[in-house]
């Protein structure tokens, strides 16, 4: 293998062991991150959480969605659940009584079907809501920003709208760095910085000799004592 295939391995390798270090940084739990998709694509609506609720629900679905964003208080999965993204099911979100906007999502659609209402979810790259009949659109709820819609059971995706990507970013920045407990960007930090240490180790190492050479943290704590 020559020296340049070496050097795009090498940095390949690193970016892949940072990508696979922040991820077990997020969900020590990988199976928590799968249950996520499988609930995303089978929404857990469940109308029968209305048992579980002891205010009276109103009838108009605009008062309905007034009402679960007071029973459902905003709170970040990392504050909530512990990870950067979390699907719940709608009676934990009413257990809790926090969530965010899938938490809120899964009460008021449940909520809907409970009552008859038809709804559609939809989503866009940094949030979910549902739609109902005569709900009025808003900067961040409406058919423009929407990429992803659940209609009578089936999925319709369109190229999302990249116009507020400075909004998107923002959003992505509060939700997965910001709010991340402190220790837990120590550990992702500390691991970022091995792994790049060794990467870039390896290819100093192959553009000097053109070669690999076998590297190992405690073979360099030996080297330094000596």
Not at 73 to 87: H, I, R, T
Not at 100 to 108: H, I, T, W
């Amino acid at each position: 293998m020559d020296v340049k295939r070496k050097k795009r391995k090498i940095i390949l390798i690193t970016i892949a062991v940072i990508l696979l270090w922040t991820f077990i940084v997020c969900y020590p739990n990988p199976y928590v991150f799968v249950r996520n998709f499988i609930r995303y694509i089978h929404f857990p609506v469940d109308p029968s959480i209305v048992s579980l609720i002891n205010e009276e629900i109103p009838n108009d679905p605009i008062d309905i969605e007034k009402f679960v964003r007071k029973l459902v208080e905003y709170e970040y999965d990392w504050v909530n659940y512990g990870v950067p993204w979390y699907v719940p099911t709608p009676d934990d979100a009413v257990m809790r009584r926090k969530g965010d906007c899938e938490s809120r999502a899964m009460v008021f659609a449940s909520i809907l079907s409970a009552k008859n209402i038809p709804y559609n979810l939809k989503a866009s790259l940094v949030h979910i809501w549902v739609e109902y009949p005569n709900k009025k659109s808003s900067a961040y709820e409406n058919e423009d920003v929407s990429y992803i819609r659940k209609v009578d059971g089936r999925y319709r995706i369109k190229l999302p709208d990249l116009s507020q990507w400075k909004h998107y970013a923002d959003v992505e920045k509060e939700m997965l760095w910001d709010v991340m407990p402190m220790y837990r960007k120590v550990i992702m930090l500390s691991g970022w910085v091995v792994i790049l240490f060794s990467g870039c180790f390896l290819f100093v190492q192959i553009a000097l000799t053109g070669r690999e050479t076998k590297f190992s943290f405690l073979s360099l704590i030996k080297k330094t004592k000596t």
